[in-house]
């Protein structure tokens, strides 16, 4: 079953809905919430059950159908005729049809509806192609447009004309005089507030570079290619001094992690190892342990895991795989090139 109803909320505007979409109340129905009409035909062809998401309008029932072409045929008949409580047909409208000219030829004589049509036609297709006159530009005060009076100029008095003259010129000169005199003031407040952002940008930056002076000691050139030159450190005395440098100065500290990070790896693993490589050789490397002790009872040797190189190793790690280096990782790779060194040492 179908229904055409009155939607109350949007001006009485017609429409389709299916009787089960209607409440008990028979004044509130579910409308699907579709976007095209072509969706919702489709929903209403289907006697669709409503969804607990579709919208409540209210509305109200003007006819029952038993089918949807029905239904859509009476709404249509319906907005044509502007008529939505009427079930009857509407009556066709008829054909148009096609006028002919009757056009006269000499020595017919025409009645007098056949002359008047032509000669209505004919006046309005020269009515059509004559165009609008041209207003006047101006208006001349001195005529007047009575045909008595039209050749007599009249003007008004030389007193009058020079008072209206002299009296819109002083206004004029005063608004004008205002309107510089604030553009003069808005254009020296500018001025002065770009006067103070210079300043206070110079002010800025000379306390940056004071800041970067005091904080960062940038070592020469020569002496940073000398320090990463001397890598890989060949005896535990240069291991010693590197630990220092590190722990002393911050730049090179920085510019270090920067090599490190630059060696690479396919994984933590391989990244740690990489980076031992380029800082310890495998005899200074025999030295160490990672916590110092060692399977052998005779035998001892250095904690590696308290040095700077190692922190140093840790955060150069972090800053390629994050998360995934974690310090277990970054222990058990150390550990197990530490404890290879040997083997490596007798390879060569």
């Known amino acids: 079953m179908y229904a055409v109803v009155k939607f109350i909320d949007e001006n009485d505007a017609p429409g389709i809905v299916c009787r089960s979409w209607i409440l008990e109340d028979e004044d509130v129905c579910l409308y699907p919430n579709v976007r095209t009409n072509e969706a919702r035909d489709r929903l209403l062809r289907r006697n669709a059950e409503p969804s607990f998401d579709w919208s409540q309008c209210r509305i109200q029932i003007l006819h029952e159908y038993s089918s949807f072409g029905a239904a859509l045929q009476h709404l249509r008949q319906a907005e044509d005729t502007s008529n939505l409580d009427s079930d009857e047909e509407v009556p066709k409208s008829k054909s148009r049809k096609r006028s002919y000219n009757h056009l006269l030829y000499p020595g017919e004589e025409s009645d007098e509806e056949s002359t008047s049509l032509i000669s209505k036609k004919i006046s309005r297709r020269n009515d059509c192609g004559i ?57 020296a407040s500018i001025s002065n507030q770009i006067e103070q952002l210079r300043g206070q940008v110079a002010l800025v930056l000379e306390n940056q570079n004071k800041l970067l002076k005091q904080h960062h000691q940038v070592p020469d050139s020569d002496e940073e290619n000398e320090s990463l030159g001397s890598l890989p450190v060949s005896d535990d005395e240069g291991f010693k001094a590197l630990n220092k440098k590190i722990s002393e100065e911050s730049h090179f500290r920085h510019m270090l992690i920067k090599v490190l990070v630059s060696v690479g ?21 025999e030295l160490y342990s990672l916590t110092g002790r060692t399977v052998l009872k005779n035998s ?22 994050k998360d995934l280096a974690t310090e277990v990782k970054v222990k058990e790779a150390v550990r197990d090139w ?4 040997k083997v490596r040492k007798m390879r060569r």
Not at 164 to 176: D, V
Request: charged content about 15%; aromatic content about 6%.
């Open 131 to 187: 165009p609008y006159p041209v207003p006047p530009r101006k208006e001349n005060v001195n005529y007047q447009h009575s045909p008595s009076q039209s050749l007599v100029p009249q003007s008004p008095g030389p007193s009058q004309s020079g008072k209206i003259l002299h009296s819109n010129k002083p206004a004029a000169c005063s608004s004008n005089s205002v309107i510089n005199g604030k553009l003069v003031a808005w254009m």
């Open 265 to 285: 790896g396919k994984d933590v693993r391989s990244l740690v190892h990489n980076m031992l490589r380029r800082i310890l050789q495998d005899e200074v490397a």
């Open 300 to 321: 001892s040797k250095k904690p590696f895991i308290g040095t700077d190189v190692s922190r140093l190793i840790f955060s150069a790690c972090q800053k390629v795989f």
């Open 338 to 341: 530490l404890q290879q060194a």
